[in-house]
Structures are given as C-alpha cells and as structure tokens.
C-alpha cells in the first residue's frame, strides 16, 4: 500500500466529518426503540434483509469455519435474513473495511479491535451507538465480562460488543528446546543465548517476517521496556517514548545475532508460521488467535507458551503480557441503525454473535477466550487455550497491544515498511519517529 492511499483515507475521513453535525442530531442515535412489528413481522418477511457482515475471520483464519457455521446457523433461526460474509483473513481485512468506510460502502455488521481506526469511524459518526440498546436489555449487556466494557467506551457511550479477549506471548517448541539443551528464556540475556545455541545447530531461532505481524517481537519488546505507563501513552511532551525507540534497537540486536530466518524480508505471514508449525523455527511471537484449525493444534503438547523474557531496565514486571480485545468485537454501522427494518434484524445477528452458546463453539478447539461467561460445566478448553487463561491469570500487568496507541495508518505505512532499513542499519528508529511525528 502506498503512502497516497493514506492521504485519501484521511480526505474521505474529513469529507465525513463535514456532515457528522447532521448525522449525530438524529435521536436514533440517542434513544432505542424496537422497530414496529409491521416493519419486521409477516409483511416484511416475503422480502429479505441482506446483511453485509464483515470481520478477519475469514479464509485461512482459525475461527473462519466456526464463524461459518454460526451464521448459516443463524440464517436457518431467520429465513427472512440472507448474512453476505465478507471476512477476510490478514492485512487485507483492514484495507477493506477502511475503503468500504470511506467509499460510503459501509458494512451492516463488523468485527475491529479497539484502537485508533475505530476512533476515527467513531468520530465520523460511521458507527452506531449501541449505549440505550444495551441499557434496555440488561440480561444481554449482563453476560459481558465487566472489565472489558472499557476497552469499548468513547465519550462515556459504547460503541462494541466484546466477545474475544487475546494475548500475545512467546511460543517455545519444548521439544526442540529439551533435545539441544536450551534453557527457557525469561530474561533478554537467556534469549540471546538461546539464540546462539539455535543457530549453531541449524534451528532458525525466532519465526519472523517483515509484515505487520511481524512486529510482534517488537511490540512485545516496547510492553516489557515501558510497561503499562508508556507503552499505553506512547507521546510525552510531543516526543516518543525511549521503549519505542530502544525497542526498534533490541530487534536490531536479535537481527545482527541471526534471530532471524535468512530470507526474513521477504516471506509471508503463513510461510514464517509455518516455520514453527514444522520444527524449522524454536520460538515465534503470537497470540491467541494462532490455536486452532489450520494453525497450533490445541491440544500440542510439545508448545509452550510464556511471557516475553523480561529486561534489566524494563518498567514492566517479568510476568506481564500483552492483553486486550480481538476482532471479536462486534459493531454496527450508524448506516445499518438508520433503517429500522436492517437495524432489527442486525440486532439479532449481534444477539446471536454474541450469545453463550456461540461463545462455546468458537472457544472449542481454538485459543478464543470468550469475554462473554461461560458456565464453567459447560467449558471443554484445550491444553494451550487453558495455558492462555494461567498467563492472563499470573499476570501482574496487563498491557495493551502497542499497535492500539499510534496511528494504525502510520504504523502500516511508516513503522513497517522502515523495519527492515532500521535492521539493516540504512535508517535509524529515531528518523523512523521523526516521519511518524510528521504524518500525525
């Protein structure tokens, strides 16, 4: 992507914001009240609602056949509905949902974590305000964990529902550890040596790449130099916090010791996780979304997974991780709320999407940890998703993923593309924020 796509994402998003006085005047977006049953009864029924529903869910994504099958489910609950999924798994999904934003071509349902794009759409009057709905039907806001109601808030009203909490850790092969000696790492120093060791018996140490979810290593390595503080306020007094510029420095570290596979720059997301995956690779930074079909079987027992090691410096404590909202937080477009017929029928998708018993099937067989309650009789978790709960449970500190607090647009189309100069010496982080500070 190119950095002229910016510049007309940003242009469509002031264009919006120009009729944003108009759109948040309406009082739907204030007061709830169910369509009439003349409108979404027997005389609506002949005609069908087609709901554009769009989420990363999708392709090779691990809860892609879950999802699925959850909205065919939901199509046979409600004939007079057709659900057109236009999930997309990766770096495509984003573009996708920005572009359909900004061309006016805004999805009915969707599935984005909290973070600065769905501030903007939020700002632009593009999402709907789901705040009275969930105050007149208490049961459903009620099956919500109470924590996770923050990570949805903007101006004191609630704009999502947040069904998926994630985590992101070091997944270690434990076999390949046990067979060359290798101490598990919990400090930077016991992960240099373990990088040594690798490399020295033709182990790829580090599963990495040069996309976006390759810099999970760095956000990692910022989490455990600026703890929650810092990582969470990346701006003090207009500069960037020392965890985003020494951490761009730790990487490059890792890269000169041969972390790294060879062709680092060049492979792509499924390539490098199937390093790991095959026993090519001894550890690889992920997160939860990563168990589960097509991926992490849930139930290897060869994987760990473990806090990211710690740093003599770090602000962070040794057990903290990265923890927030997945794409499963689901939203509804301001343009679905506006037709009281679409908006009825969307209502009961997120009722659906976001029930006990969908909770139940995307957390079998997966690394999905539900923020929605589970009776816990009725759980049936896998080893590495219960692995998952241990380390939100023994965390002292629970960091939001860092790709959450700078511009999303900037990180994909500044701090990314510069990654592998910064690795290779031709730029430094310092001159990476310094374009960043620019585009703001």
Request: glycine share 8%; hydrophobic share 40%; with cysteine.
């Amino acid at each position: 992507m190119k950095l002229k796509r910016l510049g007309v994402f940003y242009l469509a998003v002031l264009m919006i914001l120009g009729f944003f006085p108009i759109i948040a005047s309406y009082k739907l977006f204030n007061d709830y009240k169910p369509a009439p049953e003349a409108v979404v009864g027997k005389s609506a029924a002949a005609e069908k609602i087609e709901i554009r529903f769009l989420s990363s869910w999708g392709g090779t994504d691990t809860k892609a056949m879950h999802l699925r099958n959850i909205l065919e489910q939901f199509e046979q609950q409600n004939p007079n509905v057709k659900i057109i999924n236009e999930s997309m798994a990766g770096a495509e999904f984003l573009f996708k949902l920005k572009t359909n934003f900004a061309q006016g071509n805004d999805p009915d349902v969707f599935g984005l974590w909290p973070g600065s794009d769905i501030k903007i759409l939020i700002k632009a009057g593009k999402v709907a305000d789901l705040t009275e709905l969930l105050n007149s039907n208490r049961d459903w806001a009620a099956l919500f964990a109470e924590d996770t109601w923050a990570y949805d808030e903007f101006n004191g009203r609630i704009y999502g529902l947040p069904s998926e909490i994630i985590y992101e850790g070091l997944f270690i092969n434990k076999d390949l550890f046990k067979k060359y000696n290798v101490r598990i790492p919990k400090t930077y120093e016991e992960l240099k040596n373990a990088v040594v060791v690798f490399k020295e018996n033709g182990i790829i140490p580090i599963a990495c790449n040069a996309t976006a979810e390759g810099t999970f290593i760095y956000q990692n390595i910022v989490a455990k130099l600026g703890g929650k503080q810092d990582t969470e306020n990346p701006y003090r007094d207009g500069k960037i916090n020392s965890c985003y510029i020494e951490g761009m420095k730790y990487v490059k570290e890792l890269y000169a010791l041969g972390a790294f596979p060879r062709n680092v720059f060049t492979i792509d997301n499924k390539t490098r996780d199937n390093l790991f995956l095959n026993k090519k690779a001894a550890m690889i930074i992920q997160g939860s979304w990563f168990i589960g079909q097509g991926s992490l079987e849930a139930e290897d027992d060869t994987v760990d997974i473990i806090p990211f090691p710690s740093f003599p410096e770090g602000k962070a404590h040794p057990t903290s991780i990265i923890y927030g909202l997945g794409n499963g937080n689901f939203s509804m477009s301001s343009q679905a709320w506006q037709d009281p017929q679409k908006r009825e029928a969307c209502i009961k998708l997120l009722k659906h999407l976001t029930s006990v018993e969908t909770a139940k099937l995307f957390s079998q067989g997966t690394g999905f940890i539900s923020a929605i309650h589970i009776p816990t009789n009725d759980s049936k978790p896998g080893r590495l998703y219960s692995r998952g709960m241990e380390l939100i449970a023994n965390s002292q500190e629970l960091i939001g993923p860092t790709d959450s607090f700078l511009d999303r647009n900037l990180w994909e189309e500044v701090l990314v593309p510069r990654f592998p100069q910064v690795l290779e010496g031709k730029l430094s982080p310092e001159e990476v924020f310094d374009e960043i500070s620019r585009g703001i």
